[in-house]
């Protein structure tokens, strides 16, 4: 006899999930409302959003901002591919770079003000691994460790309600950092201001931490506006 297996509830979800996808859907499929699987499913909306956030992970799902979870197209996608998605959600994805960019700059500043040596030693491994997935060529693990290093942040500001409102925005940028950091000027262009900030919160200088980040949002924005019109050819 097997031993019974005590799985999780969000892997029962995700896997619930990955059958419907596969039994009903074909690529580019729009899934059916968090609302919606919360009540066919019986579990609360929480656990459905990590559901489709490890099926994101694993390249089942796409999360496009203000419109939903979509199966994902598993042919492989090239950089012209992740050009596309950024043209097709430039607005969403501006709306949302314009709330990090004042919310982020505010909690670098308050992290470099309140911070412990764990803290910095933790923000300093990540920005480390970062940078080590950049030389690897790996966009996925990029992806994954920018968004830790921003969360890392701002979960280091010391307030509760900028966590709880970056949570939210946050579940909008995940598929936008795994298609940007497919575009190589984007991953060269998020190395330094990285450092910068890092340097900054390291010498407790938290107007120049929230200069820093300001600065690099600035140029995430930038980056968009310049992928958004960048012709086939010149797409790395």
């Known amino acids: 006899m097997e031993p019974i ?3 999780p509830i969000v892997q029962q979800v995700e896997e619930r999930i990955g059958e419907l996808i596969a039994e009903q859907y074909k690529s580019g499929d729009k899934l059916p409302a968090e609302m919606q699987l919360c009540q066919t499913l019986g579990v609360g909306r929480g656990t459905v959003r990590e559901a489709f956030r490890l099926l994101q992970a694993k390249g089942l799902v796409e999360i496009k901002p203000g419109r939903g979870a979509f199966v994902a197209n598993q ?3 090239s950089g012209m591919a992740a050009i596309d998605w950024l043209v097709e959600n430039e607005r969403e994805l501006r709306d949302s770079i314009e709330i990090r960019t004042a919310l982020e ?3 670098a500043r308050c992290m470099a003000e309140r911070c412990n ?3 910095v030693q933790h923000l300093s491994e990540i920005h480390q691994r970062f940078l080590q997935a950049i030389r690897d060529g790996d ?3 990029i992806a994954r460790l920018d968004e830790c290093f921003h969360n890392t942040i701002v979960e280091c500001s010391g307030n509760a309600l900028l966590v709880e409102i ?3 925005v946050c ?3 995940q598929t936008f950092r795994s298609k940007t950091f497919q575009v190589e000027q984007n991953v ?3 190395v330094m201001p990285h450092s910068n900030i890092m340097n900054a919160i390291l010498a407790r200088d938290s107007a120049q931490a929230e200069r820093e980040m300001r600065a690099h949002l600035d140029k995430v924005a930038e980056d968009l506006a310049q992928n958004v019109k960048v012709p086939a050819h010149e797409v790395g």
């Open 75 to 77: 042919s492989g996608e």
């Open 105 to 107: 700059p505010m909690a």
């Open 139 to 141: 966009p996925e693990q």
């Open 188 to 190: 060269r262009n998020a």
């Open 171 to 173: 579940r909008g940028m």
């Open 166 to 168: 970056n949570s939210n």
């Open 117 to 119: 040596a764990e803290d």
């Open 5 to 7: 297996r005590r799985i």
